[in-house]
């Protein structure tokens, strides 16, 4: 099982290319994990239905990097003042803007420790928000199946529920919907102008054509007779956009990040 780790950062400024190329079909990127795609797996020829939960305790995760120790949101819904019934709202609306988007199903785990994709806040606060994608590197598969994806916010961060400008207070709604991205199986597309843009901005708050494009990709259109494009398509859009720099960590092989900006 392998792992990676995305960070979403932020900032006022945007130094990176803003540029998309002119005919260029959609903004969009697939992850690579070591060289490989990586999208959740349809079972029994029907669309992937993929749970998620808040984690209800303090959990460690092997082999994870940013979203190693996670905690419960309370820290982060109080220190932020919000209410938690607020926050599950946003959460759920967040991913079901990605299930509006395309072919993958989305539904609250009832039992948090067998949930595909687990949410929750950092036990070792640094950046903004990461996530953590765990694959089988093994499957034989040319698009590898994920196993589970983590989620983590820093709750030492400020969060707040809608935009209001101030780009140091990340809206919840919208960094959630970014890290559901990687945990299917998206990555940073060039430029600015989609939830999955490298840096945080506030001039939209629902998926892009560039978003929807990547999902759809990877997952086919919404609708009963979901057709999942074959993957030749989907090394095409990833070869059209180099990306921004990765590190990686030389430690922790086949996790990857993207630093955040210091504040
Ligand atoms: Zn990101």
Redesign the pocket.
């Known amino acids: 099982m392998r792992s990676s780790t995305?960070?979403?950062v932020g900032g006022f400024l945007c130094l990176c290319a803003n540029v998309v190329v002119a005919g260029e079909a959609a903004n969009f990127k697939i992850l690579k994990l070591e060289g490989n795609s990586v999208r959740w797996h349809r079972v029994a020829q029907s669309q992937p239905v993929v749970s998620y939960s808040l984690v209800s305790g303090l959990r460690e995760f092997q082999g994870a990097r940013n979203c190693r120790k996670m905690a419960t949101f309370d820290g982060l819904t109080s220190s932020s003042n919000l209410a938690q019934a607020a926050v599950r709202e946003e959460i759920a609306a967040a991913f079901a803007m990605w299930e509006a988007a395309a072919g993958i199903t989305f539904r609250e785990a009832s039992d948090p420790a067998t949930a595909d994709i687990l949410i929750g806040a950092q036990g070792e606060p640094e950046g903004w928000a990461f996530a953590d994608v765990f694959y089988d590197a093994a499957s034989t598969e040319e698009i590898k199946p994920i196993l589970r994806s983590l989620i983590c916010l820093n709750p030492a961060k400020t969060w707040k529920i809608g935009f209001d400008g101030d780009l140091q207070r990340y809206d919840l709604r919208y960094t959630i919907a970014?890290e559901i991205g990687?945990a299917i199986g998206l990555d940073?597309p060039n430029g600015a102008g989609t939830i999955m843009g490298?840096r945080y901005e506030e001039h939209f708050r629902r998926l892009q054509t560039g978003d929807i494009a990547g999902a759809v990709a990877l997952y086919g259109a919404r609708g009963p007779s979901s057709v999942v494009a074959d993957s030749a398509a989907v090394d095409g859009a990833t070869d059209s956009n180099p990306g921004h720099p990765l590190s990686r960590d030389a430690n922790n092989l086949g996790s990857r990040a993207?630093k955040a900006r210091p504040n």
Do not use: V
């Open positions: 995305i960070a979403l970014h990687h940073h490298y993207l």
